[in-house]
Protein backbone atom coordinates (compact mmCIF):
# COMPACT_ATOMS: atom_id res chain seq x y z
CA UNK A 1 0.00 0.00 0.00
CA UNK A 2 2.72 2.51 0.93
CA UNK A 3 3.97 2.26 -2.68
CA UNK A 4 0.42 2.61 -4.52
CA UNK A 5 0.41 5.94 -2.27
CA UNK A 6 3.53 7.45 -3.55
CA UNK A 7 3.32 5.95 -7.04
CA UNK A 8 -0.52 5.82 -8.09
CA UNK A 9 -2.66 9.11 -7.97
CA UNK A 10 -5.67 10.17 -10.16
CA UNK A 11 -7.35 13.29 -9.83
CA UNK A 12 -10.72 11.80 -9.48
CA UNK A 13 -9.47 10.58 -6.49
CA UNK A 14 -9.30 14.13 -4.71
CA UNK A 15 -6.04 13.55 -3.25
CA UNK A 16 -7.58 10.98 -1.09
CA UNK A 17 -7.43 7.20 -0.65
CA UNK A 18 -10.86 6.83 0.99
CA UNK A 19 -12.62 4.06 -1.16
CA UNK A 20 -15.91 6.03 -2.00
CA UNK A 21 -12.86 7.88 -4.51
CA UNK A 22 -10.78 5.15 -5.32
CA UNK A 23 -13.32 2.92 -6.51
CA UNK A 24 -15.04 5.22 -8.99
CA UNK A 25 -11.10 6.40 -10.68
CA UNK A 26 -10.13 2.91 -11.16
CA UNK A 27 -13.75 1.08 -11.52
CA UNK A 28 -15.99 3.51 -12.54
CA UNK A 29 -18.67 1.49 -13.18
CA UNK A 30 -19.07 0.32 -9.48
CA UNK A 31 -20.63 3.54 -7.55
CA UNK A 32 -21.67 4.15 -4.37
CA UNK A 33 -23.61 6.82 -4.65
CA UNK A 34 -26.88 4.85 -6.54
CA UNK A 35 -27.53 3.25 -3.09
CA UNK A 36 -30.00 4.40 -0.88
CA UNK A 37 -27.24 3.73 1.99
CA UNK A 38 -24.05 5.23 0.33
CA UNK A 39 -21.32 5.09 3.01
CA UNK A 40 -20.16 3.54 6.76
CA UNK A 41 -21.75 6.33 8.99
CA UNK A 42 -25.14 5.49 7.38
CA UNK A 43 -24.56 1.63 7.28
CA UNK A 44 -24.17 1.90 11.25
CA UNK A 45 -26.84 3.62 11.80
CA UNK A 46 -29.19 2.12 9.90
CA UNK A 47 -28.21 -1.06 11.41
CA UNK A 48 -28.41 0.58 15.38
CA UNK A 49 -31.63 1.76 13.92
CA UNK A 50 -33.10 -1.62 13.12
CA UNK A 51 -34.26 -2.41 16.59
CA UNK A 52 -36.56 0.62 16.82
CA UNK A 53 -38.37 -0.73 13.58
CA UNK A 54 -41.44 -2.59 14.39
CA UNK A 55 -42.82 -2.53 10.76
CA UNK A 56 -41.78 -5.73 8.94
CA UNK A 57 -41.78 -4.40 5.70
CA UNK A 58 -39.36 -1.59 6.41
CA UNK A 59 -37.12 -3.82 8.39
CA UNK A 60 -36.20 -5.83 5.35
CA UNK A 61 -36.06 -2.62 3.47
CA UNK A 62 -33.07 -1.60 5.54
CA UNK A 63 -32.04 -4.66 5.70
CA UNK A 64 -31.45 -4.94 2.00
CA UNK A 65 -30.35 -1.82 1.82
CA UNK A 66 -27.51 -2.83 4.00
CA UNK A 67 -26.80 -6.28 2.22
CA UNK A 68 -26.16 -4.16 -1.13
CA UNK A 69 -24.13 -1.64 0.39
CA UNK A 70 -21.77 -4.12 2.17
CA UNK A 71 -21.96 -6.64 -1.12
CA UNK A 72 -20.79 -3.70 -2.95
CA UNK A 73 -18.06 -2.52 -0.39
CA UNK A 74 -16.81 -6.45 -0.66
CA UNK A 75 -17.16 -6.34 -4.30
CA UNK A 76 -15.20 -3.15 -4.68
CA UNK A 77 -12.44 -4.59 -2.72
CA UNK A 78 -11.83 -7.81 -5.12
CA UNK A 79 -12.13 -5.18 -7.84
CA UNK A 80 -9.69 -2.88 -6.76
CA UNK A 81 -7.23 -5.66 -6.11
CA UNK A 82 -7.59 -6.50 -9.50
CA UNK A 83 -6.82 -3.36 -10.92
CA UNK A 84 -3.47 -2.96 -8.22
CA UNK A 85 -2.60 -6.26 -9.53
CA UNK A 86 -3.07 -5.78 -13.24
CA UNK A 87 -1.00 -2.04 -12.80
CA UNK A 88 2.10 -4.43 -11.60
Not at 66 to 85: F, H, Q, R, S
Request: net charge positive; aromatic share 10%.
Amino acid sequence: MPIFRRHYRLPEMQGTYSIKYVLPALVPELRYDELEIGNGGDASSAFYQLKNISDVVNVEKVRSNLLKYCGLDTWAMVELLNKIKSCI
